[in-house]
C-alpha cells in the first residue's frame, strides 16, 4: 500500500493560493492550509471597528478558502517574529514599506518548520513568475527556495512547469504533466482554472491583502518609527494606525481622533494606556494623546479635540483630559482657528 | 465534559480565532468553550473554523457590542 504524501499550502485567502492547493488536491494529496498573522494583514479591521461598517463584516477570506477547499486551516501569530522581517529586511522594501521578498522567504521558512513538526512531505504555494514585482519573479524564485531553507521540498503548482522539477514530481507523488506553466501578471489562466474547477467567488484584492503597500497606512508607520526615534512596534502600535486621524502637532506627541462612534469605543479600549481627551460641553469624538505632553501640549490638543466636535464653532468649549490613571480635569478652550490648523499637521 | 471561558474582547479578527485554535488545543473532545469578544467578525470566522476543524457551535449570541460563540471540541 502507498503512503499517503501530505502537503501544507499557503493559503493568503487569494485565488492563487486556492488553485494551487486544488491542483494537488485533484492528484490524491493530503492538503491542509497555513496561513500566518503578521499584524498587517488586510482582514477587515477597520469592518470590525466602524460602526458604519459593522452591518457588513468582512470574511476571513483564508477560513472561507480552506471551508470551500474542504481542508484544514492552521492560522498562526508570528506577529513577534515578523518584527525582524519588516524592520530590517535583507532584500529592502517595495514601493512603500512592503518586505515582500523577505516575507515570503519568512513564510515558506515558517512553512517548513511547521512541516517537520506535523509529519507532512512538502509546501505548496500559489506563486506564479512574474505575477508580483518583488517577489514573484523568475529570478527570486530560486532565492525563495534557497533562503527559506525548503529548497526542492517547494512546489509551486501554477508555474512548475517552467521550474526546476520537485522532490514531489522526482518522487512520482506528483505528475508534473499536470501541473501548470502560466507566467504573467494576466489573471485570464487563474480564472479559467477557477472556472474549470467550478470555482466563481473569490477574493481578488486589489495592491494584494497587506497593510504594508498601503500609501497612507506607512505614511504613519513612518511617523511613529521617526517619533519614538527606532523602527520597532507593538501589535497595539499596528492596530491604532488602522483606526482614525492621526495628527501631529509637534514631534513630542501625536493625536488619534475618532471619526464616528465605533472608532470612539475601539479607542475607549486605551484609555489606561494613554491620556484622552473628550469635550463635554458638546458631543465630540474621543482623542488619544500619543507622547509627552506639556500643560501648554494638553491645551493645544484640547483646542484641536474642540475643533473636531458640535462645538467647532463655539466661543469656549470644555474638554475632559484624563490622564492614564484615570485622573480627569476640565479645561475651557476656544477650538483652534482653521488657520492656526496646518494640513501638514494630518499624518 | 468541562466548561471553559476564553476573553478575546479588544482583539481583533483573526487573533480571537487564534486564541480559539490554541485554547481547544489544551482542551478534550466534548468540552465547552465559551468565547466572548468585541469584534463582530467572530460571528462568522469562529463557527467557519469550527465546521473546517470538526467542531460544534452551540450557541451564538450579541448583546451591548459584545459577541459570544459556545462551541464543543471535536473529536
Known amino acids: 500500500m502507498t503512503q499517503q504524501r501530505k502537503a501544507v499550502a499557503l493559503i493568503s485567502g487569494g485565488l492563487d493560493s486556492m488553485l494551487a492547493a486544488k491542483t494537488v488536491m485533484e492528484q490524491g494529496i493530503h492538503v491542509e492550509g497555513i496561513n500566518f498573522f503578521t499584524g498587517f494583514?488586510?482582514?477587515?479591521?477597520?469592518?470590525?471597528?466602524?460602526?458604519?461598517?459593522?452591518?457588513?463584516?468582512?470574511?476571513?477570506?483564508?477560513?472561507?478558502?480552506?471551508?470551500?477547499?474542504?481542508?484544514?486551516?492552521?492560522?498562526?501569530?508570528?506577529?513577534?517574529?515578523?518584527?525582524?522581517?519588516?524592520?530590517?529586511?535583507?532584500?529592502?522594501?517595495?514601493?512603500?514599506?512592503?518586505?515582500?521578498?523577505?516575507?515570503?522567504?519568512?513564510?515558506?521558512?515558517?512553512?517548513?518548520?511547521?512541516?517537520?513538526?506535523?509529519?507532512?512531505?512538502?509546501?505548496?504555494?500559489?506563486?506564479?513568475?512574474?505575477?508580483?514585482?518583488?517577489?514573484?519573479?523568475?529570478?527570486?524564485?530560486?532565492?525563495?527556495?534557497?533562503?527559506?531553507?525548503?529548497?526542492?521540498?517547494?512546489?509551486?503548482?501554477?508555474?512548475?512547469?517552467?521550474?526546476?522539477?520537485?522532490?514531489?514530481?522526482?518522487?512520482?507523488?506528483i505528475d508534473r504533466d499536470k501541473l501548470h506553466d502560466i507566467t504573467g501578471r494576466s489573471r485570464k489562466p487563474q480564472m479559467a482554472m477557477a472556472a474549470q474547477f467550478g470555482i466563481d467567488d473569490y477574493s481578488q484584492p486589489a495592491g494584494g491583502c497587506c497593510f504594508l503597500v498601503d500609501k497612507n497606512y506607512t505614511a504613519k508607520l513612518v511617523d511613529l518609527w521617526q517619533a519614538q526615534g527606532s523602527k520597532d512596534y507593538e501589535l497595539d502600535d499596528v492596530m491604532l494606525l488602522k483606526v482614525g486621524r492621526h495628527i501631529r502637532p509637534a514631534a513630542h506627541f501625536k493625536l488619534i481622533v475618532a471619526r464616528e462612534e465605533g472608532e470612539g469605543r475601539f479607542l475607549q479600549g486605551y484609555k489606561k494606556e494613554y491620556t484622552s481627551l473628550l469635550a463635554t460641553s458638546h458631543n465630540g469624538p474621543l482623542v488619544l494623546l500619543d507622547g509627552e505632553a506639556s500643560a501648554e501640549d494638553l491645551f493645544l490638543a484640547a483646542q484641536i479635540t474642540a475643533r473636531f466636535g458640535q462645538g467647532r464653532e463655539a466661543e469656549h468649549v470644555d474638554v475632559a483630559i484624563t490622564d492614564k490613571d484615570g485622573l480627569e480635569r476640565v479645561v475651557t478652550v476656544t477650538p483652534i482657528p482653521k488657520a492656526q490648523f496646518p494640513k501638514e499637521w494630518y499624518i | 465534559m468541562t466548561q471553559h471561558t476564553l476573553n478575546t474582547r479588544r482583539l481583533l479578527c483573526p487573533l480571537p480565532v487564534i486564541r480559539t485554535q490554541d485554547k481547544v488545543k489544551s482542551l478534550q473532545p466534548g468540552d465547552v468553550l465559551e468565547v466572548v469578544g468585541t469584534d463582530p467578525g467572530i460571528m462568522q470566522d469562529i463557527p467557519a473554523w469550527c465546521r473546517i476543524n470538526g467542531h460544534k457551535v452551540l450557541d451564538s449570541h450579541s448583546a451591548d457590542h459584545e459577541y459570544v460563540i459556545v462551541l464543543e471540541v471535536g473529536a
Open chain 1, 41 to 173: 494583514c488586510v482582514e477587515g479591521h477597520t469592518h470590525a471597528i466602524r460602526d458604519k461598517d459593522r452591518a457588513k463584516p468582512k470574511r476571513n477570506n483564508a477560513l472561507w478558502v480552506a471551508e470551500q477547499l474542504g481542508i484544514k486551516l492552521h492560522i498562526v501569530d508570528v506577529i513577534e517574529e515578523y518584527k525582524k522581517v519588516l524592520i530590517n529586511p535583507k532584500h529592502g522594501y517595495g514601493a512603500h514599506l512592503n518586505p515582500c521578498l523577505d516575507c515570503k522567504i519568512f513564510m515558506v521558512n515558517r512553512a517548513k518548520q511547521w512541516l517537520a513538526e506535523n509529519q507532512f512531505d512538502f509546501i505548496i504555494t500559489g506563486e506564479v513568475i512574474g505575477q508580483r514585482p518583488m517577489s514573484q519573479r523568475k529570478n527570486t524564485m530560486p532565492i525563495i527556495a534557497k533562503q527559506s531553507g525548503a529548497d526542492d521540498l517547494l512546489l509551486r503548482p501554477l508555474c512548475a512547469k517552467n521550474l526546476p522539477e520537485t522532490l514531489p514530481e522526482r518522487e512520482g507523488w
